[in-house]
């Protein structure tokens, strides 16, 4: 008898760590199509312009995403979710950063004051159903989690409070020929007034 409940006893914990195995299988296999739609956000470096360096940020994912932060990060190796407070300790020198409540699809260009060419950029956002994701220099897509890991993270490198970065207009040839012809009209009418004066 004592044989049989400890063969049931042993059972129940394999049918149990089975069932744990079989639920984070579930799960890593729902997270799949999310981060494959994640691999979808790149960031790179175009050129370093009066201390300012220029980014393109391509979002492809099919959705806009939500708390883009990029980060520009002195590494020589690969960076990881786990590994980025290491290198902003609390106290440290603060993250040079691009932030934006709102990324569309499609590219644009933004810049980042005090970050350095050759700097590797790692990008965290929220998804459209609200996951956070941790994009790092080798392009390899790790989950956060939620809202609150997120802060979490914000909090361990030193960045409480996130100020909205803006984007770069770039103007279109026909803007700028507007904008010179403005500009010589201008010109032009301050000079007759001088000399009616």
């Not at 799949?32 to 994640?38: D, E, F, I, N």
């Amino acid at each position: 008898m004592d044989k049989l409940a400890s063969d049931n006893s042993s059972l129940k914990k394999k049918n149990s760590r089975l069932a744990k195995e079989n639920q984070a299988l579930k799960q890593a296999n729902q997270d799949l199509p999310a981060a494959s739609a994640a691999a979808g956000l790149n960031v790179w470096e175009t050129e370093e312009k009066s201390g300012k360096l220029q980014l393109k940020i391509d979002n492809q994912t099919g959705q806009a995403v939500s708390d883009l932060l990029v980060l520009a990060v002195a590494a020589n190796g690969r960076i990881t979710l786990n590994s980025l407070p290491s290198y902003f300790p609390v106290g440290g020198a603060k993250p040079r950063y691009f932030y934006r409540k709102k990324v569309a699809i499609g590219g644009a260009e933004v810049s980042l004051t005090g970050a350095y060419a050759g700097s590797d950029m790692v990008c965290l956002f929220a998804d459209a159903s609200g996951v956070y994701w941790f994009k790092g220099n080798r392009g390899q897509i790790e989950k956060i989690g939620s809202q609150a890991h997120f802060k979490k993270l914000l909090r361990q490198i030193s960045l409480n409070k996130l100020e909205e970065s803006p984007l770069l207009v770039k103007k279109t040839k026909t803007e700028k020929k507007k904008m010179s012809k403005k500009t010589t009209k201008k010109t032009e009418k301050q000079s007759s007034k001088k000399k009616a004066e």
